[in-house]
């Protein structure tokens, strides 16, 4: 620990986490193991820690969960740090405006109501994510885009086949596709939004688009890498996706 | 020892029920005259069709398309199937393999006569249903001998979309000390018009509905009783276009809880209103001779609505699926109403109105087997945070005397549970329903004081729906999206072109064998 001072000096280059002191690298963990409960488990649930990067660790809790299981809470504490001066983040950069600030804003800048078209696509039943965005009622007390005057919502609903989710967007010129995803179970969400990017693009309205997709596990790399323009993940606000909307639109707009 | 209780202004119960009957009655003029795709399949399910035909289309699908494509299905599948069975000699699996390979046009069969068709349809129905009765008496058997499990009933899910890696999280579940284990089923398996055929290893977010899956879940759970001496119930799902045909599967494979909402997959998956409706009777007459508990799904309307907001749609929806399973001649006790624990947690006195709506539904329908719903919509990332919920939820549950508690998982906002979440799920019941057992029969609730309010409020406006849907009709309150904020039209949605009006020689045995066991009578 580095002391200057008597202030605690921690270091960008070489950063740690945090337990109850500077650089003490405590980690919380917890995990199964698939091996009875007993003395090989608990020296294998140490020995599994160190090659983690743990060099001190503590078994706090072993639990048996019958069938050959057994549960361990353990904190561990690392050596390994990392150089934050060398991290690159991508962010979207855009002003979060209210509602009244959003509607008010696109009427100036582009005139006419966005029309927002919305789903959740192929397998995926569930709806709570898009709902909070769409729905009047919104979430969290940020009331949805069907509450803006400046928005035309268009809300699919569930397990809308790729093919139907494209023939949506040109029917109704779309300016902005929300796509929710869920269920990721083996990783189908990829295979989803990639079956739908595709079609986008073959059906030749990806261009005009401002394809969004949002989700519990869902980042803005992953959205880029998918070829979306951007994603956002969970505890995001309909005013966010709104604002966002509104500015990145208005940009392409004045671009055009 | 009475439990917790409130005053419900005894008026306000009593209209509710009322209008909750007048509402159904209206739809069975409708559900008599009708009936549906699977219902004919469920129908050749009892008498014995199973399997794959070459393309892998199960034969109950294959015969029922093959009497649509002649034009003869609203006459019923227990006439054509039986017909042939007569002039032939052959059973009704062979009958239907002979379809599969086009080697036999089932209207091209010489007609026998009526009586001799009739008597031979009756006898399979019969002997079919028999043994739906004989897989109810084992359970009650079972249950008698071992004892039934304190309530609230731990309810799990495991959902690894591989039914033999289900069966050793279910074993591991079980002795942990779950009382009912659910098998939750692939994500898009509702809207399949066929339930897939035999064992099967691969699913999204679930495991598919199968016979085979059910037997296999069934007999692991059978033999963790022998070894635990204790009873673990089977759960799965009868939603979706194939309702009735599930239903079929878990009366023939000893199931004991079903997922089966009047409602739900009108509202929540798009299926078209009058199928639903056409299917949900049948399913529920099967369920009601099973003995199976049928659990409702309430819960959902609350994560597309605010729970405080729209609780009188949990109430009013609650209402509505007793009076549709009163009219299938379900027993209260197997009435798995739902309704859930979804108060935003930033609310002050939330747990309150928690308390006050599970109040509610244990006052309104006081021999049923209430399903509580744990938290969902306003699960985060912060699993510790979540865990805390789960534990309010718990108590609720115990306090207020529920039966059947779907157990909130930490995780719930991130994946399908790990099995130490459904491990840290168990303890957390177990920890909360030990320390608080007779809470509810040691405390009173304060007359007049916020929670009594609270609940006649939600009563109130409960009523109020229901008064309006009877004016309306059923099917018109869900086309002004009264239900759920979600409007669904009458022709709309999924499974439209599987409902068919029965033509005057409608005949299915199977349908008035149940009807007559389960004491119904049905007005013309």
């Known amino acids: ?256 | 020892m009475s439990r917790l209780s409130i005053t419900l202004n005894r008026d306000d119960v009593a209209e509710a029920k009322k209008t909750a009957k007048t509402i159904v009655d209206d739809v069975f003029h409708f559900i008599n005259k009708h009936t549906t795709d699977t219902i004919e399949r469920t129908v050749l399910r009892y008498f014995g069709v199973d399997g794959v035909d070459a393309g892998e289309a199960p034969l109950p699908n294959v015969v029922v398309d093959h009497l649509k494509k002649k034009g003869v299905l609203d006459t019923g599948s227990a006439y054509w199937i039986s017909n042939a069975c007569v002039a032939t000699g052959k059973d009704p699996q062979t009958i239907a393999e002979a379809v599969g390979t086009n080697a036999m046009d089932l209207t091209a069969v010489p007609s026998q006569p009526l009586e001799k068709v009739y008597r031979f349809a009756e006898e399979t129905a019969n002997k079919a249903l028999d043994r739906v009765e004989s897989m109810r008496n084992t359970r009650d058997g079972l249950l008698t001998g071992l004892g039934d499990n304190r309530k609230p009933y731990k309810y799990v899910i495991v959902a690894t979309g591989n039914i033999y890696e289900d069966v050793s999280q279910a074993r591991a579940a079980s002795e942990q000390g779950a009382d009912i284990i659910a098998v939750i089923r692939s994500t898009a398996q509702s809207l399949l018009d066929y339930v897939p055929y035999g064992p099967t290893t691969e699913g999204f977010g679930g495991t598919y509905a199968t016979q085979e899956n059910f037997r296999i879940m069934r007999q692991a759970l059978d033999e963790i009783a022998v070894e635990q001496k204790r009873y673990i119930r089977l759960t799965n799902y009868a939603s979706g276009l194939c309702m009735p045909e599930i239903a079929m599967m878990a009366s023939w494979e000893g199931l004991d809880f079903l997922l089966n909402d009047s409602m739900y997959g009108i509202l929540f998956r798009d299926i078209n209103m009058k199928r639903t409706f056409v299917d949900q009777y049948f399913s529920r007459l099967i369920v009601a001779l099973s003995g199976i508990t049928i659990n409702t799904g309430e819960d959902n309307y609350l994560t597309t609505s605010d729970a405080i907001e729209k609780a009188y749609a949990v109430t009013a929806s609650q209402l509505i699926n007793e009076a549709f399973a009163k009219k299938a001649g379900m027993k209260e006790a197997y009435m798995g109403l739902g309704h859930a624990f979804e108060i935003n947690p930033d609310i002050e006195n939330g747990f309150l109105y928690e308390l006050a709506h599970a109040l509610l539904s244990r006052e309104l329908f006081p021999n049923a087997t209430l399903k509580y719903m744990p938290p969902t919509k306003f699960m985060t990332g912060n699993v510790f945070k979540g865990y805390a919920m789960n534990t309010l939820f718990n108590l609720a549950s115990v306090f207020t005397g529920q039966d059947i508690q779907l157990l909130g998982m930490l995780t719930e906002a991130i994946h399908t549970p790990y099995l130490q979440d459904r491990y840290l799920a168990i303890l957390n019941a177990n920890y909360v329903f030990n320390n608080a057992r007779i809470l509810g029969y040691e405390l009173e609730v304060k007359k007049g004081g916020f929670i009594e309010k609270r609940a006649n409020e939600v009563l109130s406006e409960a009523l109020t729906l229901l008064k309006h849907t009877e004016k309306v009709g059923l099917m018109s309150a869900i086309r002004e999206a009264h239900f759920a904020d979600i409007s669904r039209s009458e022709e709309g949605g999924k499974g439209l072109s599987g409902v068919h009006r029965k033509s005057e020689g409608y005949y299915n045995p199977v349908l008035n064998e149940l009807e007559k066991r389960l004491g119904i009578e049905v007005e013309s």
């Open chain 1, 1 to 256: 620990m580095n002391e200057a001072n008597g202030k605690v000096f921690i270091d960008p280059k070489q950063l740690t986490s945090y337990g109850d002191a500077t650089n003490d690298g405590a980690v919380q963990l917890s995990f199964t193991l698939p091996i009875p409960h007993g003395a090989l488990a608990k020296e294998a649930a140490k020995k599994f820690v160190q090659n983690l990067g743990f060099d001190k660790s503590e078994i706090v809790t072993m639990e048996d969960m019958k069938e050959g299981y057994t549960f361990f809470v353990v904190y561990g504490h690392t050596q390994k740090t990392i150089d934050i001066s060398k991290i690159k983040v991508m962010e979207v950069n855009f002003r979060v405006m209210s509602r009244e600030e959003t509607d008010a804003f696109i009427q100036e800048k582009i005139g006419r109501p966005l029309v927002v078209v919305g789903a959740t696509v192929e397998s995926d039943a569930h709806t709570v994510g898009l709902d909070a965005i769409l729905n009047m009622k919104g979430y969290h007390g940020d009331y949805g885009l069907e509450r803006y005057k400046m928005f035309t919502v268009h809300n699919m609903g569930s397990q809308v086949l790729c093919e139907e989710v494209v023939r949506k967007v040109k029917e109704t010129k779309a300016d902005a596709l929300l796509i929710s995803q869920i269920v990721t179970q083996k990783n189908i969400h990829i295979q989803n939004l990639t079956k739908l990017m595709d079609l986008l693009e073959i059906e030749g309205v990806r261009k005009d688009l401002l394809a969004i997709i949002g989700g519990p596990r869902i980042s803005y790399e992953l959205a880029l890498e998918l070829g979306y323009d951007v994603g956002f993940g969970s505890g995001t606000v309909p005013s966010q996706v709104a604002s966002y909307i509104a500015t990145t639109l208005s940009e392409r707009t004045e671009m055009a």
